[in-house]
């Protein structure tokens, strides 16, 4: 784990840098698509999102989520990445659900720098973010 400063721009000049944002998030779903057939599956992205436990704890501390809540909020995400209701989310779906993703965050940031501690994950975006800020300088 490693303490970064991020604003809003940190995150916004990472996904208008096309080319790198592309690449960046492409890692992700190659790394997330377990089967290697091009699209992630309802399975593969309930897999990712448990492996981040993003729901089942509150600022570090577990809680417990009835497991039908969880199988829900999960569908609903899936949903909204598989915008074209194929079945399975292709690597155009995921590219555009990232971005909207990251946008809000740096819209949620706002344009003053916060400490935030961030794990050591060679696929974060964040961390990718201000790698591509601490390049600049």
Same mark, same amino acid.
């Given at each position: 784990?490693?303490v970064?400063?991020?604003?809003g721009? $940190?995150?916004?000049?990472?996904?208008?840098?096309?080319?790198?944002?592309?690449?960046?998030?492409?890692?992700?779903?190659a790394?997330?698509?377990?089967?290697?057939?091009?699209?992630?599956?309802?399975?593969?992205?309930? $897999?990712?999102?448990?492996?981040?436990?993003?729901?089942?704890?509150?600022?570090?501390?577990?809680?417990? $989520?009835?497991?039908?809540?969880?199988?829900k909020?999960?569908?609903?995400?899936?949903d909204?990445?598989?915008?074209?209701?194929?079945?399975?989310?292709?690597?155009?779906?995921?590219?555009?659900e990232?971005?909207?993703?990251?946008?809000a965050?740096?819209d949620?940031?706002?344009?003053?720098?916060?400490?935030?501690?961030?794990?050591?994950?060679?696929?974060?975006?964040?961390?990718?973010?201000?790698?591509?800020?601490?390049?600049? $300088?």
């Amino acid at each position: 784990m490693g303490v970064v400063v991020i604003d809003g721009s $940190t995150v916004r000049d990472f996904v208008q840098n096309e080319a790198l944002f592309a690449k960046s998030v492409d890692e992700q779903f190659a790394a997330l698509d377990l089967n290697k057939d091009g699209v992630l599956s309802r399975a593969e992205l309930r $897999t990712a999102f448990e492996s981040m436990r993003l729901i089942e704890t509150h600022f570090g501390i577990d809680v417990a $989520t009835p497991p039908e809540q969880l199988a829900k909020l999960y569908d609903s995400i899936f949903d909204k990445f598989d915008g074209d209701r194929s079945g399975a989310v292709d690597r155009r779906e995921f590219r555009e659900e990232m971005k909207k993703i990251m946008l809000a965050i740096a819209d949620g940031l706002g344009s003053f720098p916060i400490q935030m501690v961030l794990e050591d994950d060679p696929n974060s975006l964040l961390q990718k973010a201000v790698d591509l800020e601490a390049s600049k $300088t």
